[in-house]
């Protein structure tokens, strides 16, 4: 069995040997047909093909196929490096946990002010906020409001608290955030190859599968426990993030397997995080590390708010919500976390230095391109007791903090090959609301 376990297809860390278990059956169930394959031995082409694990590419028809071709493939095999986007997706939180820390630095953040009073209506958390401090609020100080027993309408508790400030300074930027740290990963990946060419090359691959496409999913956060609006002294309110308008990140492999990523579900009242410290290389000298070390201090923990599913744990979520809520909530749940919406792919994008010779405007670019996609697809802007467009100058800037943490952070796990030591199964911790 190859190293980490539990993938399908063909070991090929060594030359096969005889009486040597080599194939293993595929533990997952099928979401469409598989891809036809081409057996690198034989040259047979069909759906049932096994794929090599130690570079998730190459497929044969079995062990026999595998045993003859192993002397040719082996010298392709052995200069990849796989990176399972299942196992890595924490670093996501990290780079966004990072750009965070820049963009809130705006006086006009409501982390700046402290929230005297709160009321629900439905699933809007209205807080009311005090004057301007000139300083981000302390995360005990800032709800200044007396404990309530009130529950949201789905039964959570009413944000308050530390937890409350967390999920304030999380709030907003999904378009940004999740465009940002993709198009930030997928040119470190495209720099690692391009650099490595000939020696070594970096594939992407969930559960020994090759990854063919990933990008952000537009569409709806339909089952939150609330969301919070914002009522400032000088008459302004805010919807920071609008979960009729939401983005995450998706993953598609071969196998047509899903892996979804949600950096900015924390204000909707999902208090799940990952400890995003062993992903992080400690002791660079880039911005993004050195932020990072700081934050993770002497215990080594630095927590990223996200949710990272896999089609083992939307299944799971399926049948609690099938259980515990009525049925149409039950399919507004399922329709989030299973991915629906329209997909903007991030991998497609590539820099053509003939027509754009600047690195800087490509990266622009990109951004610019792929967020103007991603809004179009998620419909116009809904403010509560106002309309205004949304500055694409200020949201291109924003989109540019998190991509240069996540580019920063990326580059070097790939260049010293950090990837290698992540932790092979995720843990996800929970906040208390107090």
Known sequence: MSKGGG??????????????????????????????????????VGTTMKTCTGCAITSFCGRECQAAAWKEHKVECKKTRILD????????????TVARMNTIKNENHPSFHQVES??????ECHLTLGPNRGTPSDANEFDMCKPTQAKCPGGAEVPKGAALSKMVLSDGDSFEAHVGVLLGFHNAVMAFNDLNKGKKRLQLAYKGSRIIEYGVCVGSHRSPDFNLIYHYPDGRTERRQDPDRHCWLYFSS???????????????????????????????????EQVFSMMAGPA???????????????????????????????????AHMLG????????????????????????????????????????????????????????????????????????????????KTYPRELEMSLFVMS
């Open 7 to 44: 993938s399908s297809g063909l070991d090929t860390a060594a030359p096969p040997k005889a009486g040597r278990h080599i194939l293993r059956d595929d533990p997952f169930e099928l979401v469409g047909p598989r891809v036809e394959r081409t057996c690198a031995a034989c040259s047979t």
């Open 85 to 96: 986007v299942y196992t890595a997706c924490p670093l996501f939180g990290a780079a966004c």
């Open 118 to 123: 709160k009321e629900m209506h439905g699933l």
């Open 254 to 288: 071969e196998r047509k397997d899903c892996v979804y990523a949600d950096c900015c579900v924390f204000p909707f009242g999902f208090l799940g995080a990952y400890n995003a410290a062993p992903y992080v290389r400690h002791g660079g000298d880039s911005e993004a």
């Open 300 to 334: 080594g923990r630095a927590i990223a708010p996200m949710l990272v599913l896999d089609r083992a744990a939307n299944r799971q979520l399926q049948e609690m919500a099938a259980v515990s809520l009525e049925q149409e909530a039950a399919e507004r749940e399922m």
């Open 340 to 419: 629906a919406g329209t997909r903007v792919v991030i991998s497609d994008v590539e820099w053509d230095e003939a027509t754009t010779p600047s690195y800087v405007d490509y990266v622009n670019e990109g951004l610019r391109s792929k967020l103007a996609e991603a809004a179009a697809a998620a419909g116009p802007v809904r403010r509560p007791g106002q309309d205004r467009v949304l500055d694409e100058d200020a949201s291109l800037d924003t989109a540019i903090e998190y991509y240069m943490m996540s580019e920063q952070l990326w580059q070097s796990s790939l260049r010293s090959e950090h990837f």
